[in-house]
T-cell receptor
Framework: NAGVMQNPRHLVRRRGQEARLRCSPMKGHSHVYWYRQLPEEGLKFMVYLQKENIIDESGMPKERFSAEFPKEGPSILRIQQVVRGDSAAYFC??????????????FGPGTRLLVL | AQTVTQSQPEMSVQEAETVTLSCTYD???????LFWYKQPPSRQMILVIR??????QNATENRFSVNFQKAAKSFSLKISDSQLGDAAMYFC?????????????FGTGTRLQVFP
């Protein structure tokens, strides 16, 4: 059973460009979470999605950031008009939809975004 | 709002010895989940152990165990027979049971060094 997949693993963008980060959850998982880790800091929650629904986006910046988890395909975190402060590691996690193990989130390897 | 505090930015231990990492949290809820995640240099987030607040028995996973003190809101991680591969950042995390969100709230982490 493959783990959570994220791509790309490293992404370099110039200021003003768009960044698209992809996350494929573990097989059978229908809950996806995005977290951001700034250098030397802990992970900060951004958004929680289920298929075709945003459940909690309380950690998402109000502008330039958006996320989706379509019926088919991976979850996408999109950052428009990137700025240097967006440089960070972005982690995706997934959890099962079955009760009992829903509490445990399994993380992907992360995408390191560098904005020049 | 819930908070998680890890007051030890760095810890070190001799190989084969035991080390304890501290974590405290603040919440007004009575039921929740607590987790320890490990982040080695690869930056992958790996689940180490999890504890349900309604369980009085401390969780154990091989060489890893927790000391869960609910009244004191303390959740420390004990690593026995430390190995070189245990060197990593360790993050404590909290998840509410009742709120309509599955987000994890992380502490700032403790960097563990293991000396041969």
């Amino acid at each position: 059973n493959a783990g959570v997949m994220q791509n790309p693993r490293h992404l370099v963008r110039r200021r003003g460009q768009e960044a698209r980060l992809r996350c494929s959850p573990m097989k059978g998982h229908s809950h996806v979470y995005w977290y951001r880790q700034l250098p030397e800091e802990g992970l900060k929650f951004m958004v929680y999605l289920q298929k075709e629904n945003i459940i909690d986006e309380s950690g998402m910046p109000k502008e330039r950031f958006s996320a989706e988890f379509p019926k088919e395909g991976p979850s996408i975190l999109r950052i428009q008009q990137v700025v240097r402060g967006d440089s960070a590691a972005y982690f995706c996690a997934s959890s099962p939809s079955l009760a009992g193990d829903q509490e445990t989130q399994y993380f992907g390897p992360g995408t390191r975004l560098l904005v020049l | 709002a819930q908070t998680v505090t890890q007051s030890q930015p760095e810890m070190s231990v001799q190989e084969a010895e035991t080390v304890t990492l501290s974590c405290t949290y603040d919440t007004s809820e009575s039921d929740y989940y607590l987790f320890w995640y490990k982040q080695p240099p690869s930056r992958q987030m790996i689940l180490v152990i999890r504890q349900e607040a309604y369980k009085q028995q401390n969780a154990t996973e091989n060489r890893f165990s927790v000391n869960f003190q609910k009244a004191a809101k303390s959740f420390s991680l004990k690593i026995s027979d430390s190995q070189l591969g245990d060197a990593a950042m360790y993050f404590c995390a909290y998840r509410s049971l009742w709120q309509n969100t599955d987000k994890l709230i992380f502490g700032t982490g403790t960097r563990l060094q293991v000396f041969p």
